[in-house]
């Protein structure tokens, strides 16, 4: 090989060999890149998680589904993340779980976000509203219609994440000792019922009052409440309203659709492998879909043994009573929405999807039931 040809070879060998390095470089990084934005899976570690509710222990629905949500993740980690169930007051009292969860004493709370007004107003409209959405509609806007961002970015404050976890349907109206024939009959009445419910029934000259759960059913009898909502026909019989009150009023205007939420240490959350954080969210969804569908089950029996079992009047609050309701609702919650700018933006949109979807839901879901569904 002569001086030229030997200098040709060597300059071809070290462009080779640069190209070769330089491949070999983007190799590298393409596979940095990948390894970075790759799944963060960790089999050694195990973690032991608690939750509390705002639930009494293993309360029909509601706290079994907590049971369930519990031993779903357990499963499906291959036993790598267990959570242990807590009644509320087991651990701590039921409504101090968004605390107790929010500085990381305990990893995870189930209740209702209206419990948490007086921490942060706009929470209410992630529960549920006066003439608000029903379930279908309250989980569009929270899934797919923008509402999970809002829920998200409102919580964020508190170092949480919240996960839609559950709904109760359309509640029934209450038990009454007496008829409620007109907005009259409302002034002065004595009823539980919290959140903006009980805001709009002061507006009709009501009063609302709090009163714990066990003990409802004894200030009912005696007439300390003229009336309460509790939730529908399956808990409402448990309870044993139908032996002391004698009309039952639907619908449940105040509670149309009630979402339930998982609230999680979002620090701990993020610190988690990023399969045990899909299997939380995948275990909240499946328990969104199975408190539902065992309320509508539960609801569907239970609402014939009180009729058929108890002296009850099964009666719908008439449409000029509802009609004013409605009118106080709406003041309400212009009230609500001028309060800071995370009511108002949140009310913006919880309200512009309201509208949107009442249209929808009139042609489709309205009309199948009032016209095609067989009785």
Known sequence: MNTHSRRKFLRKSSLALAAGTGGLAAACQGAEKEKIS????NFNNSYEWKITTTWPPNFPVLGEGCNLLARWIDEMSGGRLKVKVYGGGELIPPLESFEAVSNGAIEMGHGGAYYWAGKTPASQFFSTVPFGMNVNQINAWIISGGGRELWEELYHQFDLLPILCGNTGVQMGGWFNREINSIQDLQGLKMRMPGLGGKVLARAGGTALLVAGGEI???????VIDATEWIGPYHDYLMGFHQIAKYYYYPGWHEPGSALELIVNKSKYLSLPSDLQAIIQAAAARSN????????SKNATYLDKIISEGEVSLKSFPDQVLETLRGYTEEVLAELASENDDCRKIFDSFDKFRKGIAHWSTISEKNYYEKLMIR
């Open 38 to 41: 790759a799944p963060y899976l």
């Open 217 to 223: 059913y004894t200030n009912l009898e005696r007439g």
């Open 289 to 296: 879909s199975w408190v539902m569908a065992e309320f509508n």
